[in-house]
């Protein structure tokens, strides 16, 4: 089989290992600066140097297709030699296999008993359901079950996913349903995350293997957008949180849904004991409006510039990867305490956790963000808007600080009074664990899992 692959960014890199090479005849781009390159060995070309008549089929591996796919049928490629990267498994012949310290196995040749657990979500991205489902993983590892990870395209966690020898799946898109189903069928229940994977869990709902769908958004266009199974014997829905509660109920009256909120692993953590001669906030999240960071800085800049001038405002994410996270890193330009660290791994973010005396979080929409979590349990105190899970814990200026979700006034207040009382939030992070330890903790999360795999396989129907 000979193909043309068109578009060398992000997607090819991630799917290239899984491609035989002496099947690509040449890599295509409209990218200009490319043409004439080789990349991993395979010379650049511009679409008018490509000869279609010498392929099977031309992939093409940018998410957004429309245009490159008139730009083909303009050249005349028929319509069916044209596929999208996401269509290509059966096509070209891949087979899904599970990645094991940079070695793949048929499921077949690495599954070996009857105590197979696979977890799967929509992205392998440190970012809080994906982490929080590793943590689930290692734990249920820990509990004695062989545990399988999947992801529906892959990220950088796959590098905390080595470091921890965690198997997995790394990009389940590409991937027939058929497939999907076969795969499915090795394990003892599968753990969904995220109503992201609703086109996987869909695929394989009609089975009677036990399938936990663990749902961690709250906003109403997800719902919307991504259609869950009709209830069913093998489907059991838990929410991470009541913001994810009410409004699946509300999409989904008279299903059956239950509260799971995640954990963290037990850690050792920091003493009380405030050691900065600058105050420190951090806001650790990905670069989206829904993470509210324009308030972050708005309201910094509505704090007196002697107060601002004692502080450091330190942002945690990659800010390259949306406009709206390009445009506001443009403001470290007249906010020079204003510190952009871009994105860490989970042993980094412990060194962040380390460093800083209060955490910022403003979402205008955050069922239960990890980060918080993360926080209260370094017995950190949290400045969070009301439109974030943790707020429903929190006691208003005794175990943290609840503002008014996009009101910069009140958060620059907030932080205001952080500064000027910094014996009083010391306190208010300790008591800030306790919230940690009564609702989060590995401990809890233990003796939950085993409810809730007792009551799968007591569910009538279920194997």
């Given at each position: 089989?000979?193909?043309?692959?068109?578009?060398?960014?992000?997607?090819?890199?991630?799917?290239?290992?899984?491609?035989?090479?002496?099947?690509?005849?040449?890599?295509?781009?409209?990218?200009?600066?490319?043409?004439?390159?080789?990349?991993?060995?395979?010379?650049?070309?511009?679409?008018?140097?490509?000869?279609?008549?010498?392929?099977?089929?031309?992939?093409?591996?940018?998410?957004?297709?429309?245009?490159?796919?008139?730009?083909?049928?303009?050249?005349?490629?028929?319509?069916?030699?044209?596929?999208?990267?996401?269509?290509?498994?059966?096509?070209?012949?891949?087979?899904?296999?599970?990645?094991?310290?940079?070695?793949?196995?048929?499921?077949?040749?690495?599954?070996?008993?009857?105590?197979?657990?696979?977890?799967?979500?929509?992205?392998?991205?440190?970012?809080?359901?994906p982490v929080a489902v590793m943590n689930t993983a290692l734990l249920l590892r820990e509990m004695g079950y062989n545990v399988v990870m999947g992801a529906m395209s892959e990220g950088n966690l796959v590098s905390?996913?080595?470091?921890?020898?965690?198997?997995?799946?790394?990009?389940?898109?590409?991937?027939?349903?058929?497939?999907?189903?076969?795969?499915?069928?090795?394990?003892?229940?599968?753990?969904?995350?995220?109503?992201?994977?609703?086109?996987?869990?869909?695929?394989?709902?009609?089975?009677?293997?036990?399938?936990?769908?663990?749902?961690?958004?709250?906003?109403?266009?997800?719902?919307?957008?991504?259609?869950?199974?009709?209830?069913?014997?093998?489907?059991?829905?838990?929410?991470?949180?009541?913001?994810?509660?009410?409004?699946?109920?509300?999409?989904?009256?008279?299903?059956?849904?239950?509260?799971?909120?995640?954990?963290?692993?037990?850690?050792?953590?920091?003493?009380?004991?405030?050691?900065?001669?600058?105050?420190?906030?951090?806001?650790?999240?990905?670069?989206?409006?829904?993470?509210?960071?324009?308030?972050?800085?708005?309201?910094?800049?509505?704090?007196?510039?002697?107060?601002?001038?004692?502080?450091?405002?330190?942002?945690?994410?990659?800010?390259?990867?949306?406009?709206?996270?390009?445009?506001?890193?443009?403001?470290?330009?007249?906010?020079?305490?204003?510190?952009?660290?871009?994105?860490?791994?989970?042993?980094?973010?412990?060194?962040?956790?380390?460093?800083?005396?209060?955490?910022?979080?403003?979402?205008?929409?955050?069922?239960?963000?990890?980060?918080?979590?993360?926080?209260?349990?370094?017995?950190?105190?949290?400045?969070?808007?009301?439109?974030?899970?943790?707020?429903?814990?929190?006691?208003?200026?005794?175990?943290?600080?609840?503002?008014?979700?996009?009101?910069?006034?009140?958060?620059?207040?907030?932080?205001?009074?952080?500064?000027?009382?910094?014996?009083?939030?010391?306190?208010?992070?300790?008591?800030?664990?306790?919230?940690?330890?009564?609702?989060?903790?590995?401990?809890?999360?233990?003796?939950?899992?085993?409810?809730?795999?007792?009551?799968?396989?007591?569910?009538?129907?279920?194997?």
């Amino acid at each position: 089989m000979k193909i043309y692959i068109f578009g060398t960014g992000y997607h090819y890199r991630r799917i290239l290992k899984y491609m035989n090479e002496d099947d690509i005849l040449a890599l295509i781009d409209n990218d200009k600066e490319k043409q004439n390159t080789f990349i991993n060995g395979k010379k650049v070309i511009s679409p008018e140097k490509a000869n279609f008549e010498l392929c099977d089929f031309v992939v093409i591996f940018v998410y957004f297709f429309d245009d490159i796919y008139k730009q083909l049928i303009d050249f005349g490629v028929p319509k069916d030699k044209i596929l999208h990267y996401k269509k290509i498994g059966d096509k070209i012949g891949l087979t899904l296999q599970i990645e094991f310290e940079n070695k793949f196995y048929m499921p077949d040749k690495f599954l070996h008993n009857n105590n197979n657990v696979f977890l799967g979500i929509h992205e392998f991205s440190r970012t809080g359901v994906p982490v929080a489902v590793m943590n689930t993983a290692l734990l249920l590892r820990e509990m004695g079950y062989n545990v399988v990870m999947g992801a529906m395209s892959e990220g950088n966690l796959v590098s905390e996913l080595k470091e921890n020898k965690l198997p997995y799946v790394g990009n389940l898109e590409i991937f027939s349903e058929d497939q999907w189903r076969n795969f499915v069928s090795k394990f003892s229940f599968v753990i969904l995350g995220t109503t992201c994977v609703a086109e996987f869990g869909n695929a394989i709902a009609y089975s009677n293997i036990p399938i936990i769908w663990w749902l961690n958004e709250s906003n109403e266009a997800t719902y919307q957008y991504y259609k869950l199974p009709a209830a069913q014997n093998n489907i059991h829905y838990y929410a991470g949180g009541k913001r994810v509660y009410n409004i699946f109920s509300r999409f989904y009256p008279g299903v059956k849904i239950e509260e799971l909120l995640y954990f963290l692993p037990d850690d050792i953590v920091r003493g009380n004991k405030r050691r900065n001669v600058k105050f420190k906030f951090a806001l650790i999240a990905y670069f989206e409006m829904r993470k509210a960071q324009d308030v972050f800085i708005t309201a910094i800049e509505k704090l007196p510039l002697s107060l601002r001038e004692k502080a450091e405002f330190i942002m945690v994410g990659d800010s390259s990867i949306s406009r709206y996270g390009m445009e506001l890193s443009k403001k470290k330009e007249h906010i020079p305490q204003l510190i952009l660290l871009g994105e860490v791994s989970q042993t980094e973010l412990k060194n962040v956790f380390d460093e800083i005396d209060v955490l910022v979080c403003p979402s205008r929409d955050d069922p239960m963000p990890i980060v918080v979590t993360q926080a209260m349990q370094h017995g950190i105190p949290c400045v969070v808007s009301n439109q974030v899970g943790q707020a429903e814990y929190i006691n208003h200026m005794e175990n943290g600080i609840v503002v008014e979700a996009g009101n910069a006034d009140a958060l620059a207040e907030a932080m205001r009074y952080c500064m000027e009382n910094p014996e009083k939030i010391l306190l208010m992070g300790e008591a800030s664990k306790r919230i940690f330890q009564e609702n989060f903790s590995e401990n809890r999360m233990r003796e939950k899992l085993r409810d809730i795999i007792d009551s799968v396989y007591n569910a009538e129907g279920c194997i």
